[in-house]
């Protein structure tokens, strides 16, 4: 399977080939403040899945210990498109609102960082729940 995908304005575009294991939401307080307040849809995939078409991504790393990705956004409009750990170097997870149809996600299985969410967040009945990230 190869899925496509980019930023709004459409300078940036990506491809990415093969299946995604990982369908996920994540409600940590930085997936919160990047989203605008609903957390992070994403899929979670191999970084030799992922390759950019067209245009190259501006990054951004916010200094801090722990779990704290390098995002990869659209140095036009802004979007951001995906994220790469440095505890992962072998994974990248990609923003499903970026796809081109998104409707290839079909929903996420497994919900991160709980502890974080807010009342307003709802929670999937039929998805693995987790108060933080689970160990590798």
Same mark, same amino acid.
């Not at 974080?116 to 108060?131: G, R």
């Given at each position: ?37 609903? %957390? ?14 067209? %245009? ?18 659209? %140095?036009?409009? %802004? ?58």
């Amino acid at each position: 399977m190869t899925i496509a995908g980019g930023c709004y304005c459409g300078a940036l575009r990506y491809e990415i080939t093969g299946d995604f294991p990982w369908r996920a939401l994540c409600l940590c307080k930085t997936c919160q403040k990047i989203s605008g307040g609903a %957390g992070n849809l994403f899929i979670g995939i191999e970084a030799r899945q992922f390759r950019y078409t067209q %245009g190259e991504p501006r990054t951004y790393r916010r200094e801090g210990d722990g779990f704290i990705p390098t995002r990869e956004f659209c %140095g036009t409009c %802004g979007v951001h498109i995906a994220g790469r750990l440095i505890q992962i170097p072998e994974g990248v997870v990609v923003k499903i609102g970026t796809l081109d149809d998104p409707s290839v996600f079909e929903g996420p299985v497994r919900v991160f960082w709980t502890q974080d969410k807010q009342p307003y967040h709802l929670l999937p009945a039929d998805a693995e729940i987790y108060a933080t990230l689970p160990g590798r």
